[in-house]
């Protein structure tokens, strides 16, 4: 007897592909280029193979409404943020970080932010530093303030 594959599209009236389309749309018209059209491919591939693996996920797709295709949507935010910081690291650098746990995309802003993502670092040469104090006898004498001489 052969066990039926289970497939998001078969058992519920989600179109994967759609939603895939969709996302990849989305980001790639928020970072000004194109992604790579077999990354829906791959994207389809990985939630039918998640569908059919585990029932967690299977349950929450099948959920009442909308809130199956929902799941489904951030779950697909969420590979892609993985496959942004995998194979083209630049892009997902320049995507927020509430994207990479499967939050849409805020409205692109109208100039282009120069922050980056994380803080800098300021190298030791760029930093203000103090004028050197001259130094006591005694590294405790100065802590204690007083003279030990």
């Known amino acids: 007897m052969k066990q039926r ?5 078969s058992d519920t009236p ?3 592909r759609a939603i895939m389309e969709a996302v990849c749309e ?11 059209r077999r990354w829906i491919r791959e994207l389809t591939a990985r939630a039918n193979a998640v569908y059919a693996r585990n029932p967690r996920f299977r349950r929450k797709v099948r959920a009442s409404g909308d ?6 949507w951030a779950f697909t935010r969420h590979w892609l943020a993985g496959l942004l910081w995998e194979r083209r690291p630049q892009s997902h650098t320049r ?5 990479s746990v499967g939050h ?7 100039v282009p932010s120069r922050r980056p993502k994380t803080a800098r670092r300021i190298p030791p040469s760029a930093r203000l530093r103090s004028p050197p ?3 006591p006898g005694y590294a405790f004498a100065a ?3 007083f003279p030990f001489q």
């Open 14 to 16: 989600i179109v994967p």
């Open 104 to 110: 849409p995309l805020p409205p692109k802003p109208s």
């Open 67 to 72: 809130s199956g295709r929902d799941y489904l």
């Open 26 to 36: 989305e980001a790639g018209v928020w970072l000004g280029q194109p992604l790579p």
């Open 133 to 135: 104090r001259s130094a």
């Open 95 to 99: 995507l927020p970080n509430s994207y």
């Open 143 to 145: 802590a204690a303030q």
């Open 5 to 9: 594959i289970l497939r998001i599209e």
